[in-house]
């Protein structure tokens, strides 16, 4: 008994669709349908879109046919490797807008009954995952969620809240690379364009972080492995994201029009990196493997401190670009004019 009431209360969060109801989908009712009517005999497999709306919209679809949580599965589109006597199910489509309205009402449930918002950053966070169990993990972390309440954000003795708060961590030390290892190169154009390949799809997370420190530039950042683009220019309220197909991603990537004065600046992060650098970092010396730790080898590729190939005297002896040279800089510059066209002046009057 105490079950069937646990199961009413969770479904008084998530309603039944009504098909009459002009804000629900016409696919999203008749998923609803179809998975009522098949997982009640046999075990199902759901697969879903990776993201964050295809994910908790396929839990709640799970919810709102009333499914048994033994006979369903959730995995990757991608990666949908069904077992015998398992039936398949396409899920819900994430850019559908009553799909995202149903990932709400889940994540809305959830802080109900938790008691906070932390458990929608964890979830946020875990769907980023590039795991190809990440879709069930956030399942059954979900369907426990409901049941325990506020008990099942630290419950690191239950496995399935241990694996997923794995998946959440790992996802949080990938944004973290992010925002220490993204470097933008100014184009022709005057834009900043960076490519970084993160083991999540953690870009849209931490884009909000260059949002902040570049508020005044536009920028986009490239991510080839998730073939999404982020991107932010000034008149803008806040950034985008963009889904990109093969031609789009191979365009972006084959860009070479760098600004005139790009060189300088990544002859510049190559001279800074040598200076601050320690002796007996190579690879074959003692200490190359803290700085492969701290900094890892993967995104060297993208680092100009790691790879330019300008010389920083042969940059520097052409001058310092006028974008780069400081206020103070330039100050100075026009207080030396200015005392010269003085000194002349006064001369000239002797």
């Known amino acids: 008994m105490p079950k069937q009431v646990r199961t009413t209360k969770q479904d008084a969060v998530l309603s039944p669709l009504n098909s009459g109801s002009s804000d629900q989908s016409v696919e999203l009712v008749s998923l609803v349908q179809r998975l009522t009517r098949l997982s009640k005999p046999q075990k199902v497999v ?32 991608n990666f949908c490797q069904p077992s015998l006597g398992e039936h398949v199910l396409c899920g819900p489509d994430p850019s559908d807008d009553s799909v995202v309205a149903l990932a709400k009402r889940v994540l809305t449930g959830l802080e109900k009954k938790v008691g906070t918002r932390e458990i929608t950053r964890r979830i946020v966070l875990a ?41 959440a961590r790992q996802v949080e030390t990938e944004r973290e690379h992010t925002r220490q290892f ?19 799809n953690v870009v849209p997370l931490t884009c909000n ?14 991510d080839p492995a998730h073939h999404i683009v982020s991107f932010y220019a000034p008149e803008m309220k806040t950034f985008g994201t963009i889904q990109l197909d093969d031609a789009s991603l191979e365009e972006l990537l084959s860009r070479t029009d760098l600004a005139t004065d790009e060189k300088y600046v990544q002859a510049m992060w190559r001279r800074f990196y040598e200076g601050v650098g320690l002796e007996g970092r190579g690879p074959a010396e003692r200490g190359y493997d803290l ?29 310092v670009p006028a974008r780069y040279q400081g206020r103070e800089n330039r100050k100075d510059v026009h207080h030396i004019e200015q005392k010269q066209t003085f000194c002349k002046e006064l001369t000239s009057g002797l």
């Open 291 to 319: 700085r492969a730790h701290w900094m890892p080898k993967r995104v060297w590729q993208g680092l100009p401190e790691l790879t330019a190939s300008t010389n920083a005297e042969a940059a520097r002896s052409q001058g």
């Open 127 to 167: 769907c980023a995952s590039d795991a190809h169990t990440m879709p069930e993990i956030v399942h059954r972390y979900i369907r426990l969620a409901f049941s325990y309440g506020v008990g099942a954000l630290e419950d690191i003795a239950d496995p399935t809240v241990a694996e997923f708060n794995a998946l």
């Open 209 to 222: 972080y260059f949002v902040k420190r570049m508020s005044t530039e536009r920028f986009f950042i490239v």
């Open 46 to 77: 759901i697969s879903c879109n990776p993201s964050l709306e295809g994910v908790v919209g396929a839990v709640g679809l799970t919810y709102l046919s009333h499914a048994n949580p033994a006979h369903v599965r959730l995995v990757r589109e």
């Open 182 to 200: 993204v470097r933008f190169s100014r184009m022709s154009d005057g834009s900043f364009m960076s490519v970084f390949q993160p083991n999540a």
